[in-house]
Nanobody
């Protein structure tokens, strides 16, 4: 069992940056695939970025967002630069033990989410 806690959300102006953190319990977290997802009001949850033995980004995050992990701290980060109003959403991190079936779906564990609001 893994528990995930996101932090780092907030209000930022367009063009600004935020770094989200996903802190995990559990000694085996370093072997998990971890993904970041977001859900805006009235929209479906969408994949943003994922990391295991490789990294995957959505088209909207590629080139602006960077996912990374610090296994010593059991934490995965999402550095978000050049933020746009359309990035406004609740951001969730998710984890799974399966690292072979892609990074965009199939997650077992989810955090509670952190709000990111980008003003124009």
């Amino acid at each position: 069992q893994v528990q995930l806690v996101e932090s780092g959300g907030g209000l930022v102006q367009a063009g600004g940056s935020l770094r989200l953190s996903c802190a995990a319990s559990g000694r085996t977290f370093s072997s998990y695939a971890v993904g970041w997802f977001r859900q805006a009001p009235g929209k479906e949850r969408e994949f943003v970025a994922g990391i295991s033995w490789y990294i995957d980004y959505s088209d909207s995050s590629e080139g602006r967002f960077t996912i990374s992990r610090d296994n010593a701290k059991n934490t995965v980060y999402l550095q978000m630069n050049n933020l746009k109003p359309e990035d406004t959403a609740v951001y969730y991190c998710a984890g799974k033990t399966d690292t072979k079936s892609g990074l965009r779906r199939g997650y077992e564990y989810w955090g509670q989410g952190t709000q990111v609001t980008v003003s124009s």
